[in-house]
């Protein structure tokens, strides 16, 4: 797990090895255990390593091929890479350190892009073929690791976070409005957009293809897709019993090949199903496991939020697998404490309230260096029925994405958007986020019938859009502390057979009786309401996992990870949260209107309305404004 960095003069003027070093030290905190550059006239790549696999000098990058054609900057991990490099050797290959990073250099010399396809893992990379003078660049299937780029000028650059970029002494900033205005309407970027102009995120699941030289002056970058969701019904009869042993094969086989390390590793523990059940595997091969919580003080938290301290239910998992567990308890006021951090190393907010997030990635780096976490277990086996359940019922494709484009409207509905965007409103009035959300199903068939597949769409939305701002959030936040986060639900073979799971195994309420309009900024317990009425979601994988972790957790409630902020904002974070966005003039009014957002903060610290996940926002984007 590392930071790559790396920069293209297209004027064919020699790179600066200072700008690079510049943009290398920028993600330092990524690699703590070792720098690289490599630079040949116009041409330079930059690495930063965390050593987790062969923590020798032969894993040193940027990584240069036997023959000196090729030059590999690389971050991830690839977790079948022992059986990649046999066949690599079967080839004629040999191999000078027993990391990845030599296998994916030799794979792509070997299999060219075609490589995409046999990597299971995480990745981003940067490839340079010194024959062709082409640069690849790639980002695995899900999205698990970031990869930015931009062009300004005649200076093209790439790096794992948009700080390198900005090291450049000539980069210009300059605030992306249309996608602050995307990031308003669902509180997360759909687009390959940033809130920097001239700064790309390359889409999971793509390579692109620079050559400098062919269409001069302008470079030629073409980008593609190597793979994409796809989450079907099976056309044949399902045998749940054949279903339920195959999920548990697959299962133990994802946990089994993402323990592969030369260092210690731990795993984040909640109350849930997710990170209990890896937890449960896990110690099978690792006894004495460390892991992980993180809980929320809550002697002024109500409702809802009285259920989000999950720390009871992880110390008697741990204390049942006889893990070395450590926990910490966040109190109104850290969020404020560790903004100006936070926001520095998330670069942009991206989904949900992602300051728990920082701390457990601190508290964990304490002690290990690798942590596995539950993320995807969700939206790969329907752990959200309340979200997409209100998809089944619609009068066509259209009024589907009409419906569901309100409801991911997460932070305020459409009329006060124009309102909040008053003094940019010429610069964003051409943006339609109607449009980027309904380009999300663009290559998707519209001719859909049966229940099942508005929630296969549903599900294929959400893990397009929903978990991929996980994954960037919990990679900057993680690699802050130069922790490696892996998530073993997102193994290959595993994703393979959550997509062609049939619904009514992971579901099992599809009647219109079932059927649940809620809204998830609402006051109110709406989970507890859904689950009395169903206790659905992730039903397959409630019953597998029930062989390892007791019955309490595989039939509990759904629960977020989420801290109490409905209360702290108009309790005891209220001065905090008038000090930043009432009574002062914070940066974020350069671009909103300060007299259409007020009144929107007040209905929440008067308690008319629950507006947490827009004050979160609010602050996080002023933070963003003041540290970019």
Not at 198 to 222: E, N, Q
Not at 588 to 617: F, T
């Amino acid at each position: 797990m590392c930071g790559i960095t790396g920069l293209i003069n297209l004027d064919d003027s020699p790179v600066s090895p200072v700008t690079l070093q510049k943009m290398t030290n920028a993600i330092a905190h990524r690699g703590p255990d070792g720098e690289g550059h490599w630079i040949e006239g116009n041409v330079g790549l930059g690495h930063r390593r965390l050593a987790i696999i062969d923590l020798t000098p032969a894993g040193h990058q940027p990584m240069i091929s036997a023959d000196h054609r090729y030059v590999l900057s690389y971050n991830g991990e690839i977790y079948n890479f022992r059986e990649l490099r046999a066949d690599l050797e079967a080839e004629g290959y040999w191999f000078r350190s027993k990391t990845d990073s030599e296998v994916v250099l030799y794979a792509l010399a070997h299999w060219g892009t075609k490589a995409f396809d046999y990597f299971n893992g995480m990745f981003a990379l940067a490839f340079w073929d010194r024959k062709e003078k082409t640069l690849l660049l790639a980002r695995d299937r899900y999205g698990i690791k970031p990869l930015y780029y931009s062009q300004q000028g005649n200076t093209f650059a790439v790096s794992s976070e948009q700080k390198a970029i900005l090291a450049q002494p000539e980069f210009k900033r300059k605030l992306n409005k249309p996608a602050l205005l995307e990031y308003f309407t669902f509180q997360n970027i759909f687009t390959d957009q940033t809130l920097l102009e001239d700064i790309k995120l390359l889409p999971a699941g793509h390579y692109a293809t620079l050559t400098p030289y062919a269409l001069r002056p302008t470079p030629f970058l073409r980008l593609n897709s190597f793979w994409d969701y796809r989450f079907r019904e099976p056309d044949h009869p399902v045998d749940r019993r054949e279903y339920l042993e195959e999920l548990d094969r697959l299962f133990r086989q994802a946990v089994n090949r993402q323990l592969v390390s030369d260092v210690e590793l731990g795993v984040y523990l909640s109350g849930g199903i997710d990170s209990g059940s890896i937890t449960a595997l896990a110690t099978q091969s690792f006894p004495y496991l460390k892991t992980f919580t993180c809980g929320f003080d809550l002697s002024s938290a109500s409702g809802i939020e009285l259920s989000f301290d999950e720390r009871t239910k992880a110390e008697a998992m741990s204390a049942r697998f006889k893990t070395e567990h450590y926990e910490m308890v966040l109190k109104a006021g850290d969020m404020e404490r560790c903004l100006p951090k936070l926001s520095w190393h998330l670069e942009e907010p991206r989904v949900g309230q992602s300051y728990p997030n920082y701390y457990a990635a601190q508290m964990a780096s304490k002690f290990v260096k690798v942590v596995l976490s539950g993320s995807g277990g969700d939206e790969l086996f329907g752990g959200y029925p309340w979200r997409y359940y209100r998809a089944v019922i619609n009068q066509d494709f259209k009024h589907y994405i009409d419906q569901y484009y309100l409801y991911w409207q997460r932070l305020v509905d459409n009329r006060y958007l124009k309102q909040m965007f008053a003094p940019v409103w010429s610069e964003v009035q051409h943006v339609w986020t109607r449009d980027i959300f309904r380009d999300v199903f663009a290559t998707h068939d519209n001719a859909l019938e049966r229940p099942e597949d508005y929630i296969n769409h549903s599900l294929y939305f959400e893990a397009k859009t929903f978990l991929h701002g996980l994954f960037v959030v919990e990679d900057k936040l993680s690699m802050a502390h130069s922790l490696e986060t892996r998530v073993p639900f997102m193994d290959n073979d595993l994703v393979d057979f959550a997509m062609s799971c049939p619904i009514h195994l992971k579901l099992n309420h599809l009647t219109l009786d079932n059927l649940i309009r809620t809204n998830e900024n609402e006051p109110g317990d709406k989970q507890s309401q859904f689950f009395q009425k169903t206790n659905d979601g992730k039903q397959i994988l409630r019953d597998v996992m029930s062989r390892y972790i007791p019955e309490d957790i595989t039939k509990a409630e759904k629960q977020g990870f989420s801290s109490p902020d409905a209360s702290w904002f108009k309790g005891e974070s209220i001065k905090f949260v008038r000090r930043t966005l009432i009574d002062g003039h914070a940066k974020i009014y350069d671009v909103l209107d300060k007299q259409a957002v007020v009144p929107l903060i007040e209905q929440h610290l008067n308690g008319e309305q629950n507006r947490r996940l827009l004050i979160w926002s609010l602050l996080n984007i002023d933070s963003f404004l003041e540290q970019f």
